[in-house]
């Protein structure tokens, strides 16, 4: 398959690599974003009907939706009817030239599809699969559909996020996220080590990663606290349960500043540079971290007090002068025009089957390496391509057109 190279000829990490992936909504194209970030080539099988259901979420992006254009750069769509013996074949005939499969489709569907990871491993004994679940297998959820919210709530993330009884879902999908950047570290990893497991003989382990399971371990802090100390910690907005003082602040200009200390030595320099009150850096109640999260309420008013008289950009220099960390609180629109992003030259054009658009480098900065920040497909656009690389004829194709298995043909 093609070889993806970065600018100036060299090499792109995964340069080589060809994934193929099942994927819907957020999780699986996030993870094979991921590696198409990192130079490898990523199929889409899509189904002809619509595809992946995200494409319809809104239209806002010159008719598209804001989710697709965001996870599914770099990648090529292929159209195939899965339900379909024809549609089947081709699938494994892709897999046969392909490094991994990538799925996340509902529970039981890649069983019913013969895709299983024993079935896997008989037909594609090379291929790294990895089925991205909402609960995992044995479990009384497992057979349960599994959506962000659902998983954040039912992981208790929603509990310690918003208002104490206004509990709130975090606004990026940090469930869908997490679970796609680990099964991209799964795939990477079994790919670094295939070519040992080659020569001893070994099996490629199949790999499976559950929404669940990723939103417990990014509860860790939490889960481990509530355990050993018997107490559910309640949110605290824009603050923060284990520190104090850590939170939002209201200016004398309307604006909200955050500041933060993380250690002692931190909170004595806010207390007697910045608010400049050294009873309170002299109070045993703030002596330590602990202490200040039990007297936490002082602490606000004071600080909440200060702010209310200075502007938000002479707070953050009398602040960045004392080695006090601090933000401002901004909004998506202000993000979008933020210093740090443009003076970074960290916006890229992209194309999009609706014209180009303004996309994000991923965060990696690798020397030497520039993206490939591919184009976003249309649904079924690079269908015929790589059919006919797999030997596929038009003959071939045009009859498995008339039968349904393969989705119509392209047009812009």
Same mark, same amino acid.
């Given at each position: 398959?093609?070889?993806?190279?970065?600018?100036?000829?060299?090499?792109?990490?995964?340069?080589?690599?060809?994934?193929?992936?099942?994927?819907?909504?957020?999780?699986? !194209?996030?993870?094979?974003?991921?590696?198409?970030?990192?130079?490898?080539?990523? #199929?889409?099988?899509?189904?002809?009907?619509?595809?992946? +259901?995200?494409?319809?979420?809104?239209?806002?992006?010159?008719?598209?939706?804001?989710? +697709?254009?965001?996870?599914?750069? =770099?990648?090529? $769509?292929?159209?195939?009817?899965?339900?379909?013996?024809?549609?089947?074949?081709?699938?494994?005939?892709?897999? @046969?030239?392909?490094?991994?499969?990538?799925?996340?489709?509902?529970?039981? $569907?890649?069983?019913?599809?013969?895709?299983?990871?024993?079935?896997?491993?008989?037909?594609?004994?090379?291929?790294?699969?990895?089925? #991205?679940?909402?609960?995992?297998? =044995? =479990?009384?959820?497992?057979?349960?559909?599994?959506?962000?919210?659902?998983?954040?709530?039912?992981?208790?993330?929603?509990?310690?996020?918003? +208002?104490?009884?206004?509990?709130?879902?975090?606004?990026? !999908?940090?469930?869908?996220?997490?679970?796609? &950047?680990? %099964?991209? &570290?799964?795939?990477?990893?079994?790919?670094?080590?295939?070519?040992?497991?080659?020569?001893? =003989?070994?099996?490629?382990?199949?790999?499976?990663?559950?929404?669940?399971?990723?939103?417990?371990?990014?509860?860790?802090?939490? &889960?481990?606290?509530?355990?050993? $100390?018997?107490?559910?910690?309640?949110?605290?907005?824009? $603050?923060?349960?284990?520190?104090?003082?850590?939170?939002?602040?209201?200016?004398?200009?309307?604006?909200?500043?955050?500041?933060?200390?993380?250690?002692?030595?931190?909170? /004595?320099?806010?207390?007697?540079?910045?608010?400049?009150?050294?009873?309170?850096?002299?109070?045993?109640? +703030?002596?330590?971290?602990?202490?200040?999260?039990?007297?936490?309420?002082?602490?606000?008013?004071?600080?909440?007090?200060?702010?209310?008289?200075? @502007? &938000?950009?002479? #707070?953050?220099?009398?602040? @960045?002068?004392?080695?006090?960390?601090?933000?401002?609180?901004?909004?998506?629109?202000?993000?979008?025009?933020?210093? /740090?992003?443009?003076?970074? @030259?960290?916006?890229?054009?992209?194309?999009?089957?609706?014209?180009?658009?303004? %996309?994000?480098?991923?965060? !990696? #900065?690798?020397?030497?390496?520039?993206?490939?920040?591919?184009?976003?497909?249309?649904?079924?656009?690079?269908?015929?391509?790589?059919?006919?690389?797999?030997?596929?004829?038009?003959?071939?194709?045009?009859?498995?057109?008339? /039968?349904?298995?393969?989705?119509?043909?392209?047009?812009?």
């Amino acid at each position: 398959m093609i070889d993806q190279d970065c600018a100036g000829g060299a090499a792109a990490p995964l340069a080589g690599v060809t994934v193929v992936t099942l994927e819907q909504a957020i999780s699986a !194209p996030m993870c094979t974003r991921t590696l198409a970030d990192f130079g490898a080539r990523v #199929i889409k099988v899509e189904n002809p009907k619509g595809g992946d +259901f995200a494409r319809h979420y809104d239209d806002v992006v010159k008719g598209q939706a804001a989710h +697709f254009v965001w996870a599914n750069r =770099g990648k090529e $769509s292929v159209t195939l009817d899965l339900k379909s013996q024809s549609g089947i074949d081709l699938l494994h005939r892709l897999l @046969d030239e392909a490094d991994a499969l990538v799925s996340n489709l509902t529970p039981g $569907s890649t069983a019913r599809l013969g895709l299983s990871g024993d079935e896997l491993a008989q037909r594609h004994p090379h291929l790294v699969a990895v089925e #991205i679940d909402g609960y995992g297998t =044995g =479990g009384p959820l497992s057979h349960k559909r599994a959506y962000d919210l659902l998983v954040q709530a039912e992981a208790g993330v929603c509990a310690v996020t918003g +208002f104490p009884g206004e509990p709130a879902k975090p606004g990026p !999908p940090v469930a869908d996220v997490s679970t796609g &950047l680990y %099964a991209a &570290l799964s795939i990477m990893a079994l790919l670094y080590s295939r070519d040992a497991r080659t020569a001893t =003989g070994q099996k490629t382990p199949t790999v499976s990663v559950s929404l669940f399971d990723t939103a417990a371990e990014v509860m860790g802090y939490q &889960l481990n606290y509530t355990r050993h $100390s018997g107490i559910d910690q309640q949110p605290l907005g824009m $603050s923060s349960p284990a520190v104090a003082p850590y939170g939002s602040y209201r200016t004398a200009d309307g604006q909200t500043v955050v500041l933060g200390t993380t250690n002692d030595r931190e909170w /004595q320099r806010l207390a007697r540079e910045i608010v400049q009150r050294p009873d309170l850096a002299d109070d045993e109640r +703030f002596a330590s971290n602990s202490g200040r999260v039990q007297n936490r309420d002082v602490l606000e008013e004071a600080i909440g007090a200060w702010c209310g008289q200075h @502007d &938000l950009a002479e #707070i953050q220099k009398v602040a @960045d002068d004392a080695g006090i960390g601090n933000a401002r609180y901004n909004l998506p629109s202000e993000v979008i025009a933020h210093p /740090q992003l443009s003076e970074r @030259d960290r916006w890229r054009e992209i194309e999009t089957p609706g014209g180009s658009i303004q %996309a994000l480098l991923p965060p !990696p #900065i690798i020397s030497g390496f520039d993206p490939p920040m591919g184009a976003v497909p249309g649904l079924g656009e690079h269908t015929d391509t790589v059919l006919s690389e797999i030997g596929v004829d038009r003959d071939e194709l045009a009859a498995l057109r008339e /039968q349904g298995a393969v989705g119509r043909a392209y047009e812009r």
